[in-house]
């Protein structure tokens, strides 16, 4: 499958899953030093391989008709400064919830591991201006994920995929927060805590096989 393609299968999945409304929401994948990404002001479950433009590392239009995200900045300033090579950026519900009223989005649950720990919300800047794309690159620093302040989250993986399943845990993650406050105050777990998860993680338990 093409990195057209792959655009145009998880804009769809991003749309079925409730995690973009509209034209919000914007991916890219990344192939040495090019990047296609999602154009601007297009549905993603709407999209063609053809619709989707193609730039280089420096943001210059490589191929295509239509102009890319008004985010490419942002996805070009996480793509220089990580091992990344695909971007999911939505306004997810539960996501932008967080966003629009905290600072962090603490472990609450050990799969958070998967993001990182600590989710970072990114302090608020306009959407696709230089400041943006530099907020969102400090608190990216060492994660999978951050939040984005009144706006959304976005998350980052070595496949397409791997980026896409990290914005639905993303979204997981907030949404179990959310949800916890409506019952009590969630329990945060304690970095003793999450370093256990990680050592049980790197020595997993082993059953002896009925003889």
Known sequence: MSLREQLCEYGRRAVELGLVIGTSGNLSVREGDLVAVTPSG???DRLTPEMCP???????????DLQPSSETPMHLAVYATTDAKAIVHTHSVFGTIVATTMT??????YNALLLGGVVKVAEYATYGTPELAANVQAAMEGKKAALMANH?????????????????????????????LSVG????LTNEQLNAVIERALNPPTFPRRL
């Open 42 to 44: 297009a549905a993603l």
């Open 152 to 180: 959304g989250g976005v998350t980052v993986g070595a496949t397409l995929e791997e980026a896409f399943e990290a914005t639905r845990l993303l979204e997981w993650l907030c949404e179990v927060y959310v949800r916890g």
């Open 104 to 109: 962090e989005l603490p472990p609450v649950h």
């Open 185 to 188: 105050k969630p329990a945060v």
């Open 54 to 64: 193609v730039v280089d590392v420096e943001g210059y239009l490589v191929e295509g």
